[in-house]
């Protein structure tokens, strides 16, 4: 079944219609799919499928629903690159969209873009494959053990002048009342 625009819209749904059509076209862009053509086949198609879970719910926002399913398209095609080589993970959308921008692919094959993978020449998926797996690092759990911190003597002396003055808690009191009154004797000195 060919996909195409859905074009029996009510006035009020046009308007977020055309909002999702612009988004998902910027989520492609954002990619680097800049082929016009590439982006009429992939845009309705999208859109297509996000139109078929607004019927079913119309109530949920047209441009989410275009966002995410345009999301599920780009992570379920690096799922389909990547399924003999590599375990899923919770990332395979950010490390796919590294992968692609590592190989360059939307400049240098940028009619192989959300192909199938039986459509794509083996140096496209080698090469994304071998992104795919450098495109971060693995977590090394380590083993440190935390230390002291020595933020050096004048903490300390600090600490030592806090521990003084709570066993004399008037002091205190009196270094406020004698700076307070010390103040206005200045002021005073001045003014006269």
């Known amino acids: 079944m060919e996909p195409k625009l859905i074009t029996n819209f009510k006035a009020e749904e ?4 055309d909002d999702a059509f612009e988004k998902v076209e910027n989520y492609l862009r954002a990619h680097r ?6 982006l009429a086949e992939f845009v309705p ?8 879970k607004y019927r079913l719910d119309p109530s949920q926002d047209p441009v989410k629903l275009a966002s995410r399913e345009a999301d599920l398209k780009l992570e379920g095609w690096f799922e389909e690159l990547i399924s003999d080589s590599v375990d899923f993970g919770v990332s395979t959308g950010a490390r796919g969209r590294l992968a692609l921008l590592l190989m360059d692919a939307p400049t240098r ?5 959300l192909r199938p993978r ?19 690092p693995d977590m090394d759990p ?14 300390q002396m600090a600490e030592s002048t806090l521990n003084n003055l709570a066993r004399w808690p ?23």
């Open 33 to 38: 799919f800049q082929s016009k053509v590439l």
């Open 170 to 192: 008037w002091i205190p009191s009196l270094l406020l009342w004698s700076s307070i009154v010390g103040g206005f004797i200045y002021v005073f000195w001045l003014t006269r």
């Open 109 to 113: 094959w940028p009619q192989y873009m």
């Open 142 to 155: 380590t083993h440190m053990l935390p230390r002291p911190i020595d933020l050096g003597p004048i903490p």
């Open 118 to 136: 039986s459509e794509l020449p083996d140096e496209f998926v080698e090469e994304f494959c071998r992104s795919y797996l450098k495109a971060g």
């Open 45 to 52: 198609e999208i859109l297509a499928r996000a139109h078929e």
């Open 14 to 17: 046009l308007e977020a219609w």
